[in-house]
Protein backbone atom coordinates (compact mmCIF):
# COMPACT_ATOMS: atom_id res chain seq x y z
CA UNK A 1 0.00 0.00 0.00
CA UNK A 2 0.91 3.60 -0.64
CA UNK A 3 2.56 5.33 2.24
CA UNK A 4 4.24 8.82 2.75
CA UNK A 5 6.53 9.03 6.37
CA UNK A 6 7.57 12.79 6.46
CA UNK A 7 10.68 13.03 9.07
CA UNK A 8 13.34 15.97 10.02
CA UNK A 9 10.66 18.13 11.69
CA UNK A 10 11.17 20.17 15.03
CA UNK A 11 11.94 23.78 16.97
CA UNK A 12 14.26 26.11 15.13
CA UNK A 13 14.89 29.87 15.34
CA UNK A 14 13.79 32.32 13.60
CA UNK A 15 16.46 32.99 10.27
CA UNK A 16 17.49 29.15 10.87
CA UNK A 17 17.01 26.20 8.43
CA UNK A 18 16.05 22.84 8.42
CA UNK A 19 15.57 19.85 6.21
CA UNK A 20 12.43 17.83 5.87
CA UNK A 21 12.02 14.33 4.12
CA UNK A 22 9.72 11.81 2.94
CA UNK A 23 10.08 8.38 2.52
CA UNK A 24 7.83 7.05 -0.29
CA UNK A 25 6.93 3.22 -0.46
CA UNK A 26 3.93 1.04 -2.36
CA UNK A 27 4.05 2.67 -5.47
CA UNK A 28 6.40 3.79 -8.34
CA UNK A 29 7.47 6.84 -6.81
CA UNK A 30 9.46 8.07 -10.15
CA UNK A 31 6.43 7.79 -12.17
CA UNK A 32 4.50 11.04 -9.41
CA UNK A 33 4.81 14.37 -9.30
CA UNK A 34 4.78 15.36 -5.59
CA UNK A 35 4.10 17.95 -3.46
CA UNK A 36 4.58 20.08 0.02
CA UNK A 37 1.53 21.43 2.13
CA UNK A 38 1.52 22.91 5.55
CA UNK A 39 -0.98 23.65 7.58
CA UNK A 40 -0.27 26.25 11.10
CA UNK A 41 -1.70 24.99 13.96
CA UNK A 42 -5.90 25.33 13.93
CA UNK A 43 -5.47 26.63 10.78
CA UNK A 44 -6.40 25.47 6.50
CA UNK A 45 -3.95 24.39 4.30
CA UNK A 46 -1.46 25.94 2.10
CA UNK A 47 0.25 24.24 -0.44
CA UNK A 48 4.27 25.45 -0.59
CA UNK A 49 5.16 23.35 -3.65
CA UNK A 50 5.71 21.14 -6.61
CA UNK A 51 8.28 18.88 -7.72
CA UNK A 52 8.03 17.01 -11.52
CA UNK A 53 8.29 13.18 -11.62
CA UNK A 54 11.99 13.88 -13.16
CA UNK A 55 12.62 17.16 -11.24
CA UNK A 56 12.63 19.01 -14.52
CA UNK A 57 9.80 21.46 -13.03
CA UNK A 58 9.17 23.11 -9.72
CA UNK A 59 7.08 25.42 -8.18
CA UNK A 60 6.65 27.44 -5.20
CA UNK A 61 4.21 29.63 -3.21
CA UNK A 62 5.29 33.23 -3.01
CA UNK A 63 5.56 32.85 0.59
CA UNK A 64 8.37 30.38 0.62
CA UNK A 65 10.10 31.50 -2.87
CA UNK A 66 13.84 31.91 -2.79
CA UNK A 67 13.53 30.35 1.34
CA UNK A 68 12.57 27.02 0.68
CA UNK A 69 14.05 24.04 -2.10
CA UNK A 70 12.16 21.22 -2.96
CA UNK A 71 13.97 18.31 -4.34
CA UNK A 72 14.05 14.27 -4.85
CA UNK A 73 16.10 11.27 -5.03
CA UNK A 74 14.07 8.81 -6.95
CA UNK A 75 16.66 6.43 -6.44
CA UNK A 76 16.22 6.84 -2.72
CA UNK A 77 12.18 7.04 -3.28
CA UNK A 78 12.48 10.47 -1.21
CA UNK A 79 11.24 13.97 -1.41
CA UNK A 80 12.78 16.68 0.25
CA UNK A 81 12.05 20.42 1.21
CA UNK A 82 15.05 22.29 2.16
CA UNK A 83 13.81 25.70 3.92
CA UNK A 84 15.89 28.66 4.98
CA UNK A 85 15.88 31.77 6.56
CA UNK A 86 13.08 30.26 8.36
CA UNK A 87 10.27 33.01 10.37
CA UNK A 88 7.42 32.28 12.80
CA UNK A 89 5.06 32.57 10.35
CA UNK A 90 6.11 29.09 8.47
CA UNK A 91 4.92 26.83 11.94
CA UNK A 92 2.96 24.58 10.83
CA UNK A 93 2.69 20.34 9.84
CA UNK A 94 4.05 20.10 6.75
CA UNK A 95 2.39 17.14 5.00
CA UNK A 96 4.06 15.74 1.50
CA UNK A 97 1.52 14.24 -0.63
CA UNK A 98 1.83 12.18 -3.74
CA UNK A 99 0.29 14.35 -7.45
CA UNK A 100 -1.75 12.17 -9.03
CA UNK A 101 -3.26 12.72 -12.86
CA UNK A 102 -6.58 10.87 -14.21
CA UNK A 103 -9.61 12.26 -15.55
CA UNK A 104 -7.75 15.27 -16.48
CA UNK A 105 -7.93 16.10 -12.68
CA UNK A 106 -4.31 17.06 -10.91
CA UNK A 107 -5.37 15.83 -7.43
CA UNK A 108 -3.63 14.68 -4.13
CA UNK A 109 -4.48 11.44 -3.33
CA UNK A 110 -2.15 10.18 -0.78
CA UNK A 111 -0.77 12.43 2.19
CA UNK A 112 1.99 11.31 5.12
CA UNK A 113 0.85 11.62 8.32
CA UNK A 114 2.84 15.07 8.76
CA UNK A 115 6.12 16.94 11.09
CA UNK A 116 5.55 19.35 12.73
CA UNK A 117 7.98 22.59 12.54
CA UNK A 118 8.16 25.02 15.31
CA UNK A 119 9.97 28.54 14.62
CA UNK A 120 10.59 30.26 17.92
CA UNK A 121 13.60 31.87 19.79
CA UNK B 1 -4.26 33.57 -7.15
CA UNK B 2 -7.73 32.29 -7.22
CA UNK B 3 -9.19 32.56 -3.86
CA UNK B 4 -11.60 29.72 -2.65
CA UNK B 5 -14.35 30.57 -0.33
CA UNK B 6 -16.46 27.73 1.72
CA UNK B 7 -19.43 28.03 3.63
CA UNK B 8 -20.20 27.82 6.36
CA UNK B 9 -17.18 27.63 8.86
CA UNK B 10 -18.81 24.94 10.98
CA UNK B 11 -22.43 23.52 11.20
CA UNK B 12 -23.80 21.25 13.79
CA UNK B 13 -25.88 18.12 12.75
CA UNK B 14 -26.92 15.15 13.79
CA UNK B 15 -26.62 11.42 12.60
CA UNK B 16 -28.63 10.73 9.73
CA UNK B 17 -28.95 14.56 8.34
CA UNK B 18 -28.54 15.39 5.14
CA UNK B 19 -25.25 17.98 4.90
CA UNK B 20 -24.17 20.70 2.35
CA UNK B 21 -21.40 22.44 2.39
CA UNK B 22 -20.44 24.89 -0.52
CA UNK B 23 -17.37 26.39 -1.80
CA UNK B 24 -16.91 29.60 -4.58
CA UNK B 25 -13.90 30.11 -6.20
CA UNK B 26 -13.09 33.60 -7.19
CA UNK B 27 -13.05 33.12 -10.91
CA UNK B 28 -14.32 29.79 -12.87
CA UNK B 29 -12.50 26.75 -12.60
CA UNK B 30 -13.91 24.55 -15.14
CA UNK B 31 -14.78 21.60 -12.84
CA UNK B 32 -11.16 21.51 -11.39
CA UNK B 33 -12.36 20.97 -7.38
CA UNK B 34 -11.67 18.69 -4.89
CA UNK B 35 -12.87 17.83 -1.67
CA UNK B 36 -10.61 16.65 1.58
CA UNK B 37 -12.11 15.28 4.79
CA UNK B 38 -9.40 16.08 7.63
CA UNK B 39 -9.80 14.66 11.21
CA UNK B 40 -7.98 15.49 14.05
CA UNK B 41 -4.39 15.10 14.00
CA UNK B 42 -4.58 13.45 10.76
CA UNK B 43 -3.79 13.96 7.06
CA UNK B 44 -6.36 15.25 4.53
CA UNK B 45 -7.98 12.27 2.76
CA UNK B 46 -9.33 13.02 -0.65
CA UNK B 47 -13.07 12.13 -1.01
CA UNK B 48 -14.05 13.59 -4.45
CA UNK B 49 -12.42 15.28 -7.39
CA UNK B 50 -13.84 17.07 -10.96
CA UNK B 51 -16.18 18.71 -9.07
CA UNK B 52 -18.57 15.23 -9.00
CA UNK B 53 -16.71 11.85 -9.18
CA UNK B 54 -15.89 9.85 -6.12
CA UNK B 55 -12.63 8.80 -5.07
CA UNK B 56 -12.02 5.01 -5.04
CA UNK B 57 -13.06 3.51 -1.50
CA UNK B 58 -15.08 6.60 -0.48
CA UNK B 59 -19.10 6.30 0.88
CA UNK B 60 -21.51 7.10 -2.16
CA UNK B 61 -23.48 9.22 0.30
CA UNK B 62 -20.62 11.41 -0.63
CA UNK B 63 -21.59 13.45 -3.70
CA UNK B 64 -20.39 16.68 -5.47
CA UNK B 65 -21.89 18.96 -7.97
CA UNK B 66 -21.40 22.83 -9.18
CA UNK B 67 -20.08 24.53 -12.42
CA UNK B 68 -17.99 27.67 -13.36
CA UNK B 69 -17.54 29.10 -9.61
CA UNK B 70 -20.10 27.41 -7.17
CA UNK B 71 -19.72 24.19 -6.19
CA UNK B 72 -20.97 21.92 -3.51
CA UNK B 73 -20.09 18.65 -1.18
CA UNK B 74 -23.17 16.60 -0.14
CA UNK B 75 -23.45 14.23 2.66
CA UNK B 76 -26.90 12.36 2.20
CA UNK B 77 -27.08 10.94 5.81
CA UNK B 78 -24.20 11.78 8.06
CA UNK B 79 -22.65 9.01 9.95
CA UNK B 80 -20.53 9.30 13.32
CA UNK B 81 -17.45 8.52 11.49
CA UNK B 82 -18.30 11.91 9.22
CA UNK B 83 -17.36 14.15 11.62
CA UNK B 84 -14.47 16.43 10.53
CA UNK B 85 -13.43 19.09 8.71
CA UNK B 86 -13.88 19.15 5.16
CA UNK B 87 -11.72 21.45 2.32
CA UNK B 88 -12.53 22.65 -1.28
CA UNK B 89 -9.61 22.32 -3.11
CA UNK B 90 -9.71 24.12 -6.78
CA UNK B 91 -6.78 22.72 -9.60
CA UNK B 92 -7.46 24.85 -12.15
CA UNK B 93 -4.12 27.36 -11.55
CA UNK B 94 -1.17 27.30 -9.92
CA UNK B 95 -1.06 27.69 -6.78
CA UNK B 96 -3.69 25.35 -6.34
CA UNK B 97 -5.62 27.11 -3.09
CA UNK B 98 -7.73 25.65 -0.29
CA UNK B 99 -10.94 26.73 0.85
CA UNK B 100 -11.06 27.59 4.60
CA UNK B 101 -12.58 24.43 5.96
CA UNK B 102 -16.04 23.54 7.30
CA UNK B 103 -16.16 21.66 10.52
CA UNK B 104 -18.87 19.26 11.22
CA UNK B 105 -19.79 18.89 14.56
CA UNK B 106 -21.86 16.77 16.44
CA UNK B 107 -25.20 18.42 17.72
Known amino acids: QVQLVESGGGLVKPGGSLRLSCAAS????????MSWIRQAPGKGLEWVSY????????NYADSVKGRFTISRDNAKNSLYLQMNSLRAEDTAVYYC??????????????WGQGTLVTVSS | DIQMTQSPSSLSASVGDRVTITCRAS??????LAWYQQKPGKAPKLLLY???RLESGVPSRFSGSGSGTDYTLTISSLQPEDFATYYC?????????FGQGTKVEIK
Open chain 1, 97 to 110: ARDSYYDSSDVLDY
Open chain 1, 26 to 33: GFTFSDYY
Open chain 1, 51 to 58: ISSSSSYT
Open chain 2, 27 to 32: QGISNS
Open chain 2, 50 to 52: AAS
Open chain 2, 89 to 97: QQYYSTPQT
